[in-house]
């Protein structure tokens, strides 16, 4: 599928989740609403009936108030009559339970004379014991006969999506699908972008094989040759390009191995106790040779005390020559490759600096991923599959060590490689 019809695919697929996602808030609030207008409607006839009791045991004639509802869940009910707070609790307790209101609440007798609170008490609808009036409190005393009592659900809310039933199973529902949705679109992509590199790394593999071969196929020919046959001096040489170029195959056929091994978690350290300082001079004096033939140089500062460390000699050397090989390959000109050393509390720290391309913020998060290069604008004007540093991460984290990436886009690269004792 083609990058454009897969970010098509993408809008599509974003653009109708949202669309479910509004309209299910559409009909979860719809639905919310409407329980809360049935929730109100039966308080104020409970509140309705409560007045009316309480009217006709005080002999009121008068007409009875309407329910104010200052908030969503405080209710307040008028009255010219003292009230007795525990009368007032039963009938709101049994006006409730008549009509399925079982939500606790809190109740509160006012003096208006005063504008204070007189009784107040919290009320569990769980509660199936007999109100009594508890000898400990006293009774009210009042100072008029204007007064109203409120009544307030400070659990409302939960209990009306309580009652929601489906409306939170459907969300729930829907969450998961959105959640399974975003996770196998994700996969989808990631599947995608890795399709993309291991067909840059097969065709990158075909150019690095096929230059070797070429070159073997041609020198093989050249020796089979009666006029070359016959003298020595060519015969050396055209046997000497045939070793250097299968030695160069083999190493490239080593690397895509050892990347197999790490795959399939076969990754074995055999460690021992290793002078990092050595392992560092004899591979600067392997690499010396192509780094003067560049024109290049490669200075040491190894302030490290401690050398001694407990690692497997061959990875740590691979380590130090991938940091090598990278500095040069990606050198603009005449390669210039500083390596220091250091030691902190627990380990040792390698740095290699580099005069090279550089590398921007933007792609320093991909650049430890396996068969990722960083681009150059030409896709084999540097020879490599990617995976230099994805091993060089990888053995480091097999050694508890860490590497650390300092760069910029055009002035040169510096990676820490910190590995404990």
């Given at each position: 599928?083609?990058?454009?019809?897969?970010?098509?695919?993408?809008?599509?697929?974003?653009?109708?989740?949202?669309?479910?996602?509004?309209t299910?808030?559409?009909?979860?609030?719809?639905?919310?609403?409407?329980?809360d207008?049935?929730?109100?409607?039966?308080v104020?006839?409970?509140?309705?009936?409560?007045?009316?009791?309480?009217?006709?045991?005080?002999?009121?004639?008068?007409e009875v108030?309407?329910?104010?509802?200052?908030?969503?869940?405080?209710?307040?009910?008028?009255?010219?009559?003292?009230?007795?707070?525990?009368?007032?609790?039963?009938?709101?307790?049994?006006?409730?339970?008549?009509?399925?209101?079982?939500?606790?609440?809190?109740?509160?007798?006012?003096?208006?004379?005063?504008?204070?609170?007189?009784?107040?008490?919290?009320?569990f609808?769980?509660?199936?014991?007999?109100?009594?009036?508890?000898?400990?409190?006293?009774?009210?005393?009042?100072?008029?006969?204007?007064?109203?009592?409120?009544?307030y659900?400070?659990?409302?809310?939960?209990?009306?999506?309580?009652?929601?039933?489906?409306?939170?199973?459907s969300?729930?529902?829907?969450?998961?699908?959105?959640?399974?949705?975003?996770?196998?679109?994700?996969?989808?992509?990631?599947?995608?972008?890795?399709?993309?590199?291991?067909?840059?790394?097969?065709?990158?593999?075909?150019?690095?094989?096929?230059?070797?071969?070429?070159?073997?196929?041609?020198?093989?020919e050249?020796?089979?040759?009666?006029?070359?046959?016959?003298?020595?001096?060519?015969?050396?040489?055209?046997?000497?390009?045939i070793m250097?170029?299968?030695?160069?195959?083999k190493?490239?056929?080593?690397?895509?191995?050892?990347?197999?091994?790490?795959?399939?978690?076969?990754?074995?350290?055999?460690?021992?106790?290793?002078?990092?300082?050595?392992?560092?001079?004899?591979?600067?004096?392997?690499?010396?040779?192509?780094?003067?033939?560049?024109?290049?140089?490669?200075?040491?500062?190894?302030?490290?005390?401690k050398t001694?460390?407990?690692?497997?000699?061959?990875?740590?050397?691979?380590?130090?020559?991938?940091?090598?090989?990278n500095?040069?390959?990606?050198?603009?000109?005449?390669?210039?490759?500083?390596?220091?050393?250091?030691?902190?509390?627990k380990?040792?720290?390698?740095?290699?600096?580099?005069?090279?391309?550089?590398?921007?913020?933007?792609?320093?998060k991909?650049?430890f991923?396996?068969?990722?290069?960083?681009?150059?604008?030409?896709?084999?004007?540097?020879?490599?599959?990617?995976?230099?540093?994805?091993?060089?991460?990888?053995?480091?984290?097999?050694?508890?060590?860490?590497?650390?990436?300092?760069?910029?886009?055009?002035?040169?690269?510096?990676?820490?490689?910190?590995?404990?004792?």
């Amino acid at each position: 599928m083609h990058r454009q019809a897969i970010r098509i695919v993408v809008l599509l697929a974003t653009l109708s989740i949202t669309g479910i996602i509004v309209t299910q808030i559409f009909w979860v609030r719809k639905a919310f609403d409407l329980k809360d207008k049935q929730f109100n409607d039966r308080v104020n006839i409970a509140l309705q009936d409560v007045a009316q009791q309480l009217k006709k045991l005080n002999k009121d004639s008068t007409e009875v108030l309407p329910i104010k509802q200052p908030t969503s869940n405080y209710f307040v009910v008028s009255m010219n009559d003292t009230l007795h707070p525990y009368l007032l609790e039963s009938l709101l307790k049994k006006e409730f339970e008549e009509r399925n209101i079982d939500v606790d609440f809190e109740y509160g007798i006012y003096d208006c004379f005063t504008d204070s609170i007189v009784f107040g008490r919290y009320v569990f609808m769980s509660d199936s014991s007999e109100i009594k009036k508890s000898s400990n409190v006293p009774p009210p005393v009042w100072k008029g006969d204007n007064h109203y009592f409120g009544v307030y659900f400070p659990e409302k809310d939960s209990y009306i999506l309580s009652q929601l039933g489906i409306w939170v199973f459907s969300s729930v529902i829907l969450l998961v699908v959105i959640i399974f949705f975003g996770y196998t679109l994700g996969v989808i992509l990631r599947q995608k972008k890795l399709s993309e590199i291991k067909n840059d790394f097969i065709n990158n593999m075909t150019h690095e094989f096929k230059t070797p071969i070429s070159t073997i196929s041609v020198s093989s020919e050249m020796l089979m040759r009666e006029e070359v046959g016959g003298s020595a001096e060519k015969r050396a040489r055209y046997s000497r390009i045939i070793m250097d170029e299968t030695n160069r195959l083999k190493t490239m056929v080593e690397k895509v191995l050892q990347m197999a091994d790490i795959d399939a978690g076969q990754i074995k350290l055999n460690k021992s106790q290793v002078d990092v300082h050595a392992v560092i001079r004899q591979t600067i004096e392997n690499m010396e040779v192509v780094i003067h033939e560049k024109g290049g140089s490669i200075s040491c500062d190894l302030k490290a005390e401690k050398t001694i460390i407990d690692a497997d000699k061959v990875h740590l050397t691979n380590i130090i020559y991938n940091l090598l090989d990278n500095a040069i390959k990606y050198a603009v000109e005449a390669p210039v490759i500083s390596i220091k050393t250091r030691n902190t509390a627990k380990g040792i720290v390698i740095s290699i600096q580099d005069n090279g391309i550089g590398i921007s913020k933007e792609i320093q998060k991909n650049i430890f991923s396996k068969f990722y290069r960083v681009p150059t604008g030409d896709m084999h004007n540097v020879k490599g599959f990617g995976l230099g540093l994805f091993y060089v991460k990888t053995i480091t984290d097999a050694h508890q060590g860490f590497i650390k990436l300092e760069s910029e886009s055009g002035k040169g690269s510096r990676f820490d490689v910190y590995l404990p004792f």
